[in-house]
């Protein structure tokens, strides 16, 4: 019988349609903030379903990474993350057995005397990968496309000065969004809260002023619905949806929090969007419907569970998984009524992958979950080094049969393949 093999532009195409994450031409793929379909969940199987005592293997250990909280994308064999040193940040390159292979300037570093914010400076963003290059917006506003390859900068400029913003109180936090020709970003400025650019060269292909509320650390994601293309985003009052092709705001629902500070990315599925905002404020679902040849955004249900600080939310199935912060605990709601299947102690970041949750607490251990609404079921866990001081709030990653954990100066790679 005479062997199959699909094409390679086929190949290709399926992986940017289901978000899988390794191919035999390119090896293991994430190449943005919470990987390719940006919902946080691998589509990689085979993994394993209990880890050893102590952990799974440790692959290697990468140091010189500097203060922050970005986490890894992994594109065309290289890895990539951003750190603060000596008060300026740092895009950097490993190869896939954590050897530095470059490390760039992007503009001054994010820090603050106020008593309030002591102790939170670093990197923020997490690098984008897409064309050979590498997207990163420093917490000052420096955005930047490097060549992945060897570092050197294509272009940059100053999305605050452009777009005549401020910094946010705790500096720019998002991971830019791309999608084809186009780079998406939230300067949350005077002339652009929300901005659309050609990714070859920065110049601004549209900027949306009209989103109420002010600047938000979360991350944009795609949603197609009702004939639109969306780019869904937070404020720091509300959740909302522009089209892609020309910014405008097609709908808007409050959501925000007495911080201002909303750092976790929506949740998309099936018309319905869920919002979630530490400090009190809870969660929210929200139905989209088609209407008057626009989106029509009703709110149908609202939680006081679950206000995810930032360490993310997942969906599996028809169920969400995230952590509390003054609603404390590791939780799972039911996406389409807020309904609380389950509620544990705890707090931190996770990722989906193979029917498991892994679950990073921000102390610094990480845990194998089933991804079930029965029970809150831990199967195993371990903890991870400390790679200086601050709590673990990078975002694991999963991709190409390991787990990849951050903590400030140290990222650490473990071998979770079942075979």
Request: charged share 20%; proline share 4%.
């Amino acid at each position: 019988m005479r062997k199959f093999t699909l094409p390679a532009a086929l190949i290709g195409l399926l992986a940017a349609v289901t978000g899988y994450c390794q191919t035999a031409r390119t090896g293991p793929e994430w190449p943005c903030f919470h990987g390719p379909r940006r919902n946080n969940t691998s589509t990689e199987t085979g993994l394993l379903n209990k880890w050893p005592d102590g952990g799974p293997k440790r692959l290697w250990t990468a140091s010189g990474l500097g203060k922050g909280y970005s986490t890894v994308s992994i594109s065309g064999g290289r890895i990539f993350t951003s750190g603060s040193i000596d008060n300026q940040t740092h895009v950097f390159a490993l190869d896939m057995d954590g050897k530095m292979l470059w490390r760039k300037l992007n503009g001054p570093s994010w820090s603050t005397t106020q008593r309030w914010a002591a102790g939170y400076d670093g990197a923020r963003s997490t690098p984008t990968c897409d064309g050979g290059r590498v997207y990163h917006l420093g917490e000052m506003g420096r955005l930047t496309a490097f060549d992945a390859a060897t570092g050197a900068e294509a272009w940059s400029f100053n999305v605050l000065e452009r777009f005549e913003g401020k910094p946010a109180a705790y500096g720019l936090a998002e991971s830019v969004l791309i999608d084809g020709d186009r780079l998406i970003c939230s300067p949350a400025a005077a002339k652009g809260f929300i901005v659309c650019l050609n990714k070859a060269d920065g110049k601004t292909i549209w900027a949306n002023a009209d989103i109420p509320g002010g600047a938000a650390y979360s991350s944009a994601v795609i949603a197609e619905f009702g004939g639109f293309r969306q780019v869904l985003g937070m404020s720091s009052t509300v959740v909302y949806g522009v089209d892609i092709e020309t910014g405008k705001l097609l709908w808007s629902v409050p959501h925000g929090n007495q911080r201002n500070n909303t750092a976790t990315d929506p949740v998309f599925h099936d018309g319905c969007v869920y919002a979630s905002s530490g400090y009190g404020k809870g969660s929210v679902g929200v139905k989209l419907s088609a209407a008057d040849g626009g989106i029509r955004a009703e709110e149908v249900w609202r939680s006081r569970r679950m206000d995810n600080h930032h360490g993310g939310v997942v969906r599996v199935g028809d169920h969400l998984y995230g952590a509390g912060h003054n609603d404390p605990g590791w939780s799972c709601l039911a996406a389409r009524t807020g309904e609380v299947a389950w509620n544990v102690p705890g707090k931190g970041s996770l990722t989906a992958a193979d029917g498991m949750l892994y679950c990073l607490d921000e102390k610094g251990t990480m845990s194998l979950v089933e991804a079930t609404p029965e029970a809150y079921r831990r199967v195993s866990s371990f903890t991870v080094p400390s790679g200086g001081a601050g709590l673990h709030w990078a975002h694991p990653v999963v991709c190409g049969g390991r787990v990849y954990v951050r903590h400030a100066d140290k990222l650490f790679a473990y071998d979770i393949r079942a075979d």
